[in-house]
């Protein structure tokens, strides 16, 4: 049989930008390639795979549609065109005519009825062709036939599929595929906006079509049905019927099928080699090109495939750019040769160690029973410090007995001659810290590394396996399961399984690192963060996770209780208000009784689904209105303060230590600051007094101790002073003065005694609002004033701070230049919107350029404030202890002797973290709760 392959252009590119979303290919001039890219590699992957007879490959055009014309409302919610892809089609359609495919348009008409239209006359004109529609659109199954198929393509380690009629009708769950179009007509479509019948998802689908057989049918027989189905079905019966026509793929467009034209033949070098070339495509151009050889689109005509190109889909993708993730199969443990070996028993765990402590660095991994580090117990550990070859050391579940085994390998963890590579190196350490072992010497994180490299992009082994080696590592959910409740336990995996699981995880760890740093050595600044600031805060962190804050179980018991007697008194006045009881959690509900009973707002937006959008910025808005929308708002906080935090924080108490154990990620945002989870810091309340009574459940350790914090005051402030060098902020903050106060009396023109509380918050809000490049729009919405007023207060301020203007300026300048921004230690903030044609886009790069150094640069000085106060704690052999540090501040468990020693000393050492040529304060407090002390 010969083979058609047909390509959805569109949907093919939109995958391939989509994919590419975290770790796009930007070339020398600032050209985003990666939708070319990505569809170059599906192409080819298709040639060199499958050796297609015919080829072509069909567009859509801006012309509309008949859809259009009766539907207006067709695509139309869509969001605009990525101005990458759009850049990226000219390019697509010139590679195209470079390989020498036909391009297969006509206005007025969709690539899918142009595919739809040419692959029912193949089979109809030649009874030895078989059509392959690739695509990932699933309407295509409407189209499938013996001979037309569904080729799905490969996508993120998820192989090929091919669907024939049997394969569609297993997925729909349908008996034969014209039913596509009934589930299509019923279920509508939320991507082309294609209404479907309300209330119907697929599972109502399923059953209706299964008993009716087509939309008709059931539209027909409404009497058999009850209740809201039967209601939607009868209001809504002419939507269905236009559902079904627009999810109709036509098969009679007015085209031609002209078999000979679509003939594959090899692609024109001419056109093909200078166009790789323009897009830095130079070792795909090497791979497919080869010396002289063509490339090879057909098996019947053409010669054979070169020899250089028969490992194009094998092999790792790197271009003088950097790695990327393949499109393409990875290499895995099944198909790449390896040693691991289990080392089993005392003698040869001190076998192993007589190897390991030879070298100068050695990579490992521990297998545990928790994600908890203070929790956990090992299961084993694993050893690499050659590529390809491993060490699994299995531990008995008896914990008397895994101490006795671990001992020994203190010689090697404790060892300062050998540096530890580790993925995540601070659980590592935290476990191993629960046996006595202390990690010394050098460490190195490959997760910190990439983090540096790449700050927006993902840092997990596999991630960085797949871009860097292009190899699929094992996945654990294939050793125990996916997450949840019916998760496996570690100590389950049959003992063979686990050990080429870990070894692998310390190989493939291993073979990362040469990579990273072939990349952080182009980059001083970024080495030097990685080596003096993230790997020595590792350390810290793990200590304060250690270590566990204390919570007061029977206040935050009593507040729950007093929570929930405050949501039935606010519940019942919402319902005094609405006139009725109903659902206040559900939008649904909540929007009919706010706009179309009460009647609040009559220009009320909805969101795609037809429901009302009743979001805290919108009920913000009404709060003057009608008391219903602050109630509304009240109930809403009332609610989260219990569930998120009152009644959670006592669930994630550790039985082992009694304590509450966050975990700090360094890895996460983009502008270097920390966050945390179990539970995230970051987010408990502060705005509100119901939200800072939270504060009041974190307690000291015993009444031998206080909380003491310790918070940078208006840090971002002064750093941005001390970037702009604007006289007049500087001034104000060395002198000690309040900087909101001297702002307002600049802004509007009066004597420092003379400004009220009313300027000092307008100030205050456009001091803030500055770093984060408020608009006069933001800035009015935020304090409640006109555009008009708000355009003239910051005109005024940059008339008054003239150097903070330049430096905003000098920033977006900068990062038009470099691609980057940086903090004051060199951490980057990678830009690549800041050039782009779209104004939101550009404006929200243009935004960060000017906070990310600032930012950032907080985040680097409390990174190293951290690690002085901790080492100084360790040094001087101290009881109090770091617990917490959330946002600007870091918080202590003191002990009430040393209290009036470690308040100056912490004092001290945050001011004088890093020399910023202005005035540093922090608000130190004292309290038997951290809300006290705060």
């Not at 924080?649 to 989870?677: D, E, N, Y």
Request: negative net charge; proline residues 4%; contains cysteine.
């Amino acid at each position: 049989m010969k083979k058609l392959f047909l390509f959805d252009a569109m949907a093919l590119i939109y995958r391939a930008h989509f994919a590419f979303a975290k770790t796009p290919r930007i070339s020398s001039k600032g050209l985003n390639t990666s939708a070319v890219f990505g569809f170059a590699n599906t192409i080819l992957e298709v040639i060199q795979k499958e050796k297609p007879d015919y080829l072509g490959v069909a567009f859509d055009t801006p012309a509309p549609t008949f859809r259009h014309v009766d539907f207006p409302a067709y695509k139309a919610q869509r969001q605009e065109q990525p101005e990458d892809i759009t850049v990226a089609i000219p390019y697509v359609k010139k590679l195209v005519e470079a390989m020498d495919i036909p391009l297969l348009i006509l206005d007025g008409y969709e690539a899918d009825d142009i595919i739809g239209t040419i692959a029912k006359k193949a089979v109809q004109a030649n009874p030895e062709i078989v059509v392959y529609m690739m695509t990932p659109d699933k309407d295509y199954g409407q189209l499938v036939e013996e001979r037309i198929k569904m080729y799905k393509p490969a996508f993120m380690g998820k192989g090929v599929e091919v669907l024939g009629p049997k394969e569609v009708c297993e997925k729909w769950d349908i008996q034969n595929v014209d039913q596509v179009i009934d589930m299509l007509s019923l279920m509508g479509d939320a991507v082309d906006n294609i209404p479907g019948i309300p209330g119907v998802g697929e599972k109502t689908a399923q059953k209706l079509i299964a008993e009716y057989g087509s939309l008709e049918n059931l539209l027909a027989n409404t009497a058999d049905l009850k209740g809201k189905l039967k209601e939607n079905l009868e209001n809504y019966a002419e939507q269905g019927r236009m559902s079904k026509h627009l999810a109709r793929i036509l098969c009679e467009v007015p085209i031609d099928y002209q078999e000979e034209r679509l003939l594959a033949t090899p692609a024109k070098r001419d056109l093909l080699e200078p166009l790789l070339e323009e897009l830095e495509f130079r070792t795909l151009k090497k791979r497919i090109l080869g010396e002289e050889s063509p490339v090879v689109v057909t098996k019947s005509k053409a010669p054979k495939v070169a020899s250089n190109q028969i490992d194009l889909f094998a092999s790792s993708i790197e271009e003088e750019t950097g790695p990327e993730p393949s499109f393409t199969n990875h290499k895995n443990l099944q198909s790449t040769a390896h040693q691991y070996h289990l080392v089993q028993g005392l003698a040869a765990v001190k076998q192993l160690i007589q190897y390991l402590t030879r070298q100068t660095s050695v990579c490992f991994d521990t297998e545990t029973t928790s994600l908890l580090a203070v929790e956990a117990e090992l299961v084993g550990i694993s050893f690499a410090y050659r590529t390809g070859e491993a060490f699994y050391i299995p531990f008995p579940a008896d914990q008397t007995e895994a101490k006795e085994l671990l001992e020994p390998l203190k010689e090697v963890f404790e060892n300062e001659k050998i540096q530890k590579i580790a993925q995540n190196i601070k659980y590592d350490m935290s476990v191993l810290a629960n046996y006595g072992i202390e990690i010394k010497g050098e460490i190195y994180d490959t997760m910190l590394a990439h983090y540096l490299i790449e700050p927006e992009k993902r840092h997990n082994m596999d991630a960085l396996s797949l871009a860097y080696l292009n190899y699929e590592p094992l996945s654990i959910e294939e050793l125990i399961g996916k997450k949840g409740a019916k998760q496996g336990n570690m100590r389950d995996v049959e003992l063979n399984l686990i050990k080429e699981y870990a070894a692998e995880d310390a190989d493939i760890t291993l073979q990362l690192k040469p990579h990273l740093d072939k990349v952080l050595d182009k980059n001083p600044k970024g080495k030097t963060l990685l080596h003096e600031l993230e790997m020595p805060l590792t350390r810290v962190l793990s200590a304060i996770e250690r270590e566990g804050v204390n919570l007061d179980i029977p206040f935050l018991k009593e507040m729950s209780n007093t929570l929930e007697s405050d949501v039935k008194i606010v519940q019942e006045r919402i319902y005094e208000l609405a006139g009725k009881q109903f659902n206040i959690a559900s939008p649904k509900q909540l929007g009919e009784i706010l706009f179309e009973k009460l009647k609040l707002d009559p220009k009320a937006k909805k969101t795609k689904t037809g429901q009302y959008m009743t979001g805290e910025e919108i009920l913000s808005k009404m709060d003057a209105e009608h008391e219903i929308a602050s109630k509304i708002l009240d109930f809403r906080e009332l609610q989260k303060l219990k569930s998120t935090y009152v009644d959670a924080l006592p669930q994630l108490i550790c039985a082992k230590t009694g304590r509450i154990h966050t975990s700090f990620m360094q890895a996460v945002t983009a502008t270097g600051r920390l966050s945390s989870k179990d539970p995230n810091l970051q987010n408990i309340p502060i705005r509100t007094a119901r939200g800072r009574e939270i504060r009041k459940a974190f307690i000291p350790r015993n009444e031998d101790y206080q909380i003491l914090s310790a918070d940078y005051s208006q840090i971002e402030l002064r750093i941005m002073a001390a970037f702009s060098q604007d006289d007049s902020m500087l001034d104000a903050f060395n002198k000690g003065q309040d900087v909101h106060k001297a702002t307002a009396a600049k802004v509007f023109g009066v004597a420092l005694e003379d400004v009220d509380s009313d300027m000092r918050r307008k100030a205050k809000t456009v001091n803030f609002g500055i770093i984060y490049g408020v608009s006069a729009f933001g800035l009015a919405e935020q304090i409640g004033i006109s555009r008009t007023e708000a355009k003239e207060i910051i005109e005024q301020y940059f008339v008054q701070f003239p150097k903070v203007k330049q430096f905003m300026d000098q920033s977006i300048h900068q990062a038009r230049e470099n691609g980057y921004v940086e903090t004051v230690m060199g951490r980057r903030r990678y830009l690549r919107d800041i050039l782009s044609a779209n104004m939101n886009e550009r404006g929200f790069a243009e935004r960060n350029a000017i906070n990310a150094p600032i930012q950032g640069s907080a985040a680097d000085m409390i990174k190293v404030a951290m690690i002085q106060v901790h080492d100084f704690l360790v040094k001087e052999k101290l009881k109090t202890k770091m617990i917490l540090t959330v946002h600007d501040e870091l918080v202590f468990d003191a002990h009430k002797d040393e209290i009036s020693f470690v308040k100056d000393k912490i004092d001290h050492i945050m001011c004088n973290a890093l020399d910023l040529g202005i005035k540093i304060e922090t608000g130190i407090g004292l309290g038997n709760n951290w809300l006290e002390a705060h």
